[in-house]
């Protein structure tokens, strides 16, 4: 007798749409055969039309774009089930007008967005009619809109669109520091800072990070009269690799930082986003919930 896996009886279900109990079931009277399980199932009449609209997109794309005064930045994120369609030209060419659209129609949410009209139908129409052409599931996830009235923004895509980050700059928007701008945003986006600056970092957050530090080193031998001042080290430390503006700028040829690289720009604020975050959390959810159904 074949054993029967959570991972089967979840493959088995996204494939029949049957419930996790009888797709459980079908397997273990069929001895783990996948086919004769779906064949079983749709005998039973328990084999339902899996909708495009229940499989999960996590793939995708983030577009992003910025008005022509530098004061609004937008990022849309537009997801597929596959990386194959998050490539198809029309897929690519949506995505680009969904944030012409949030512009244009100067829109904070993905519900907002798929509320817009055009030609008569709305966006979220739009998406239906795309789902229905290219025969996989899209879904209008998520829409970042960052403004400001004390400097500009500019944003940075990075590995075709997996991954887009906003910076906000003091100042006022030219070529010059629109490019500086940029060179931040990519910054960001490699080193993925937790915070801007130091006064960012919450008192909690700084304990923690000490108490760890502080057993470290009773691990390591140091003696307990010196570890507060081997700490204070530390805490600099942790400033200058978790901090944004205390970062050594990734383009720096010596050991300048953010802060200093910004100048009279200084950096206000960043918003970094990637494809599919948090996604990935409601699969492994999935699956922990069919291993306890089979478990129990």
């Not at 994120?77 to 198809?88: G, H, L, R, W």
């Not at 659209?101 to 139908?121: C, I, R, S, Y």
Request: hydrophobic share 40%; aromatic share 4%.
């Amino acid at each position: 007798m074949a054993a029967i896996t959570a991972k089967m009886v979840k493959e088995l279900r996204e494939i029949t749409a049957a419930g996790m109990m009888d797709c459980k079931k079908a397997l273990t009277e069929k001895d783990g055969d996948m086919e004769a399980a779906i064949t079983l199932l749709r005998e039973k009449g328990m084999a339902k039309a899996a909708k495009k609209a229940d499989r999960v997109a996590a793939e995708g794309l983030i577009f992003d774009g910025v008005s022509a005064d530098h004061k609004t930045a937008i990022l849309v994120e537009f997801n597929s089930e596959t990386d194959f369609v998050a490539k198809n030209p029309e897929f690519v060419s949506f995505g680009k007008k969904l944030v012409e659209l949030a512009l244009a129609n100067n829109v904070a949410t993905a519900e907002e967005l798929k509320a817009v009209e055009v030609d008569g139908k709305t966006v979220e129409t739009l998406v239906t009619e795309l789902i229905a052409k290219i025969g996989e599931n899209m879904t209008l996830r998520k829409v970042e809109k960052i403004t400001t009235d004390a400097g500009f923004v500019a944003t940075y895509s990075h590995m075709g669109g997996k991954l887009c980050v906003v910076t906000e700059l003091a100042g006022e928007a030219n070529a010059e520091t629109v490019e500086k701008a940029r060179g931040i945003a990519m910054h960001v986006a490699a080193m993925n800072p937790g915070y801007l600056k130091p006064e960012d970092v919450t008192a909690d957050d700084l304990k923690k990070e000490m108490e760890i530090a502080r057993v470290q080193l009773l691990d390591e031998g140091k003696p307990e009269k010196i570890i507060d001042n081997i700490l204070k080290g530390k805490e600099r430390k942790f400033y200058e690799e978790q901090c944004l503006v205390k970062q050594v700028y990734v383009r720096a040829e010596d050991k300048e930082t953010v802060e200093q690289f910004a100048g009279d720009n200084t950096v206000l604020s960043y918003t970094r986003v990637k494809v599919g975050e948090g996604i990935e959390k409601k699969e492994e959810d999935f699956a922990a919930e069919v291993a306890a159904q089979i478990n129990g």
